[in-house]
């Protein structure tokens, strides 16, 4: 299924009224503020989320997965699936691959289709966490902190295969994400795993083009539950210094132990030039588990405030972050979770953008905790959804994204293409 044109037009057409009255309004109230609104949508318009090709299909926990209808049954299916995210919000137009789940057996086909949809291959994902049908050592006891060289060795095989496929599409970045690490205290040895994995990591490392990036994803725990090899943005950078200049450090919101200050991690990182990815989700006790800005929207534009502050320096040392939205969409439409997703977003970049960084700095400078408060908080609480919508009217996107979903009834239709009972690849 596809989402013409036309189709969006005439959703638009619908809000179009009260839309212009409302952006007016709120340029005027940015005017005030000596802000120029359409220097601020021309970032959102080039600010692109990639879409994870796992995040299409309804997720599950251990206990049980209740798949909605329509999933996409293929990788073509799944390109569509973000084609049409894209053709509504104007701001999904990459897609990140996960390796096995979607192979692209036929590239020049899956390349051309992606480009018609106006979609660009992302970081492409080894999975090491599973054990795949045939595979000859199981990743059980970890993969490339593995005690066994030969689990060790096809770990390493494995990711080396992913950059093949990676070439083939056009992505310019691997993604390292282990699940390795114990179970029980005394289970592993932390040195020795920890030495193996950097070992592995070296050579997938030069296993890369020379215009590759690699992002190493740190998590405190799970699935394991005493430990994980990369538990923290510590260990993650240290490995990348190690590694080389291309080696980079990935910021996963879900990945933090309870009130961790993701904030300051993000401007440390990026004061090094080290931060080279980045996964939204939004948390309460888990990871992956809720829709990005869900719970804590002012956290988000907390970290937005350090991203923009690290983008807009000139003589910041880190290149612009690879963005993806990683999430697993249990009980609500994936489609519609993503594009909730993609909406608050754009919103905290948005926010983070207004702030008047000339003000923040007087009030630190002069010591004065309350003013800067003020002077953040009068950024977060201006209402810039009507600029976000401009935005996307600019980039030929739905001003409601969400309610041209629903009016054009897209899961019904899905549902009828694909059937009731599909089930999408991932988790
Ligand atoms: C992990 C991690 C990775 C993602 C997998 C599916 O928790 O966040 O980025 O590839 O989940
Ligand atoms: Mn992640
Ligand atoms: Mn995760």
């Given at each position: 299924m596809r989402i013409t044109t036309d189709q969006i037009q005439t959703q638009n057409d619908k809000t179009l009224p009260q839309h212009r009255e409302s952006f007016d309004h709120l340029r005027l109230i940015l005017e005030r503020k000596n802000i120029d609104s359409q220097q601020v949508i021309d970032k959102i318009k080039n600010f692109q989320v990639a879409i994870p090709s796992w995040a299409l299909g309804t997720g599950g926990t251990r206990f049980a997965r209740f798949a909605g209808g329509g999933e996409p049954r293929s990788l073509k299916e799944k390109i569509d699936d973000v084609g049409m995210l894209h053709a509504l919000n104007g701001g999904s137009g990459a897609i990140s691959l996960h390796i096995p789940w979607d192979i692209p057996s036929d590239v020049d086909a899956v390349k051309s289709h992606a480009a018609a949809l106006g979609?660009?291959?992302d970081a492409v994902n080894s999975n090491?966490?599973?054990?795949q049908e045939n595979q000859?050592?199981?990743?059980?006891?970890?993969?490339?902190?593995?005690?066994d060289s030969r689990a060790r060795r096809q770990a390493i095989d494995h990711n080396l295969e992913v950059i093949h496929y990676g070439k083939e599409l056009g992505s310019k970045s691997l993604t390292v994400w282990l699940a390795d690490g114990s179970s029980f205290p005394g289970q592993m040895n932390f040195r020795k795993a920890l030495q193996r994995t950097f070992d592995a990591l070296k050579e997938i490392y030069q296993g890369m083009p020379e215009d590759w990036k690699m992002f190493v994803?740190?998590?405190p725990y799970e699935p394991y539950f005493y430990h994980t090899v990369i538990q923290d943005w510590g260990t993650s950078h240290l490995l990348a210094s190690q590694l080389g200049e291309r080696a980079f450090t990935l910021v996963d919101l879900g990945h933090h132990l309870p009130n961790t200050n993701i904030e300051q991690i993000v401007a440390t990182l990026m004061m090094q030039g080290k931060l080279g990815g980045f996964h939204f989700n939004d948390s309460k006790y888990g990871d992956d588990d809720l829709t990005v800005g869900a719970l804590k929207p002012y956290q988000l534009f907390l970290i937005f405030n350090e991203l923009v502050e690290g983008m807009e320096d000139p003589s910041s040392p880190n290149p612009t972050p690879a963005w993806m939205i990683d999430a697993s969409h249990n009980l609500k439409d994936p489609l519609e979770d993503l594009l909730q997703s993609v909406e608050a977003i754009q919103l905290a970049y948005a926010q983070a953008l207004i702030i008047d960084r000339?003000?923040?700095?007087?009030?630190?400078?002069?010591n004065d905790p309350a003013w800067?408060?003020?002077?953040l908080q009068?950024?977060?609480r201006t209402d810039l959804r009507p600029l976000i919508a401009e935005a996307r009217l600019q980039a030929g996107a739905a001003i409601k994204p969400f309610g041209a979903y629903r009016s054009l009834k897209v899961r019904d239709q899905l549902i009828k293409e694909r059937g009731l009972k599909t089930m999408a690849t991932g988790l």
């Open positions: 979609l660009a291959f090491t966490f599973q054990d000859g050592h199981s990743y059980k006891f970890g993969s490339l902190c593995h005690t994803e740190y998590k000339i003000k923040l700095e007087e009030a630190r400078e002069t800067a408060q003020e002077i009068e950024a977060y």
